[in-house]
């Protein structure tokens, strides 16, 4: 079974950066679309950041734009996260999925990866 591979979490203080980076593990077809989401110790997981393939269009949660850029090669079922401006509340296990078409589900979700950010 196909499964995203998160890494590039750290310890980081706020207003510094951090580069997020995941890929598929083993063979599998190209990804419809990407996305990064986020889940903060006793809340719920949220989305953060997505990209389709193709026109290769992104989208923000309100919380990150301007801060937060994905980019990827969907087609190799990678993708990256640049997080500048860090702020505490982005604090979070970062998690990377994928969607093989329109009308499925986000699915072959990793295992995170943590971000922490001090104050």
């Known amino acids: 079974q196909v499964q995203m591979v998160e890494s590039g979490g750290g310890l980081v203080q706020a207003g510094g950066s951090l580069r997020l980076s995941c890929a598929a593990s083993g063979r599998t077809v190209s990804s419809y679309a990407m996305a990064w989401f986020r889940q903060a110790p006793e809340k719920d997981r949220e989305f953060v950041a997505g990209?389709?393939?193709?026109?290769?269009?992104?989208r923000y949660a309100d919380s990150v734009k301007g801060r937060f850029t994905i980019s990827g090669d969907i087609a190799r079922n990678t993708i990256n996260l640049q997080m500048n401006s860090l702020k505490p509340e982005d604090t979070a296990t970062y998690y990377c999925?994928?969607?093989?078409?329109?009308?499925?589900?986000?699915?072959?979700w990793g295992q995170g990866t943590q971000v922490t950010v001090s104050s």
């Open positions: 999925a994928r969607k093989v078409s329109s009308n499925t589900p986000f699915g072959s």
């Open positions: 990209i389709t393939y193709g026109a290769g269009n992104t």
